[in-house]
């Protein structure tokens, strides 16, 4: 059997390691990777297992050692991802939610294929920061929400998650699409941008958008898109957008 039927024939035990954990020919498995190796999966030397670096590459390996909080694995071949990336670059930028509602939307949004989060503060936003060491806290959350989607959906992509940013800061994006309760045209509208590989999507929060952040969306040249009759909850909302989006411009067909 050659290695690409190999590569189909099972299921693939998938970890990830930081791309300055891959030298010459090996790579080393931080503390959780290496426990949930040995002792949630039970793998030894010699066994199989595949590692990606987050940012595309994916690895065919061999257990050479494990120890307490860490794992030497022999990288034997650079394989393709077990699942491809989707050809768009979305940028999801979403208010910033309240409770486990942001976290659902990293999941989701990570499992269809985004490229980026971005957390926005906005002005209806359902939540405030706190205090400095609040945001850190947060992405960081997000951050291993975003790995574990990836590692489970098969993508060797892990989407940037960053620090909270205001509002005025994401309308310099080339291209974007303002998803409004109010205001917009029909999503038929983005039809004619077909060929797009980049989009900057805006969502806002339960409260929806002010007046004036409508208004500079649109003097940025935003286009302002309304879903349907119906008013989504604003995490129903980003995984509803990212779906639509994927459709039109990715790999959702």
């Known amino acids: ?13 998938r970890f990830h390691a930081l791309p300055d ?6 790579v080393a498995l931080a503390a959780d990777e290496a426990r949930h190796l ?19 590459r994916e690895f065919c390996c061999t257990v050479v ?33 309240k409770g486990e509602k942001f976290d659902l939307v990293v999941q989701k949004a990570t499992e269809l294929g985004a490229t980026k989060v971005t957390p926005l503060i906005t002005r209806h936003a359902d939540i405030h920061l706190r ?9 960081a959350r997000w951050q291993r929400i975003a790995l574990e989607a990836a ?28 998803f409004s309760e109010r205001d917009g045209d029909r999503l038929e509208s983005l039809m004619g941008q077909a060929g797009t590989q980049s989009i900057t999507a805006l969502i806002g929060s339960e409260g929806g958008w002010s007046d004036e952040e409508i208004e500079a969306a ?21 995984i509803t957008i990212t779906v639509l989006l994927q459709h039109l411009f990715g790999d959702l067909k």
């Open 1 to 13: 059997m050659g290695r690409a039927d190999h590569l189909t024939s099972m299921t693939r035990r």
């Open 218 to 238: 649109r003097a940025r040249n935003f286009r302002v898109v309304t879903l349907g009759g119906r008013v989504l909850r604003a995490e129903t909302a980003a």
């Open 21 to 26: 954990a891959f030298t010459a020919g090996a």
């Open 131 to 139: 205090d400095a060491a609040d945001a850190p806290k947060r992405v």
């Open 38 to 56: 040995r002792d949630v999966l039970r793998l030894k030397a010699g066994d199989e297992v595949y590692v990606f670096d987050g940012q595309g």
């Open 151 to 178: 590692k489970q959906s098969g993508r060797a992509f892990v989407p940037e998650i960053g620090l909270p940013v205001a509002f005025d800061e994401v309308l310099a994006a080339d291209w974007g699409v303002m």
């Open 65 to 97: 050692n494990t120890k307490r909080d860490s794992a030497e694995l022999r990288i034997e071949a650079e394989v393709e991802p077990a699942k491809p990336e989707s050809k768009l670059q979305l940028n999801l930028c979403v208010a910033l939610l």
